[in-house]
């Protein structure tokens, strides 16, 4: 069953080992008051809640592959935040296939460029946000990131409905 007014979400879920530390990392970046939904990949901010069983099928069908190899390659800076940049062919050709398949149908941050990464801090001052990518740029190296499922979720006005999780096969 559809809710006909909520946006989906569909985002891409970390191996447990990267989840905790990514987790840690936005709890302790993240101002609290604003730290809603845990540290996530999203493929797309903003689907229409008409095409919930299309996607359904669709992620079902990407996740009956093999996990996708991604890896964290550096750090961005957002400005008023910072995140860490995401490599992976394999979500770029999923999430690819997926915005094809509802071209018609994206919101214009949807359609834009995909830039994956995982925001562990937001909507800070500038000077603090820069504090941190210095001292993270200092110590990061790129590691491989664990990527186990996807996931859709309803857009609740900040926390976030779990629908469902896809996991990817092996």
């Known amino acids: 069953m559809t809710d006909k007014n909520t946006p989906i979400l569909v985002t891409a879920l970390f191996g447990d080992g ?18 809603r939904v ?17 996607l359904g099928g669709r992620l079902a069908v990407h996740a009956a592959t093999p996990r996708p190899a991604a890896q964290l390659a550096g750090v961005i800076d957002l400005g008023a ?10 979500l770029e050709d999923i999430r690819a296939d997926l915005a094809e398949a509802f071209r018609g149908l994206l919101t214009p941050q949807d359609r834009a ?12 001052d500038p000077g603090e946000a820069k504090q941190l990518q210095t001292s993270l740029r200092a110590i990061f190296e790129p590691r491989p990131l ?25």
């Open 18 to 35: 990267d989840n905790g530390w990514l987790q840690h990392l936005r709890r302790t970046h993240y101002p609290p008051e604003r730290n």
């Open 38 to 54: 845990p540290a996530h990949l999203t493929l797309f901010h903003h689907l229409p809640p008409s095409i919930e069983a299309e």
């Open 81 to 90: 935040g910072t995140a860490l940049r995401v490599e992976s062919a394999m």
């Open 113 to 124: 460029p995909w830039r994956p990464h995982v925001t562990i801090q937001n909507k800070v």
């Open 146 to 170: 664990s990527i186990v499922a996807l996931a859709s979720w309803r857009y609740r006005n900040g926390p976030w409905e779990p629908i469902r999780k896809y996991s990817f096969r092996g």
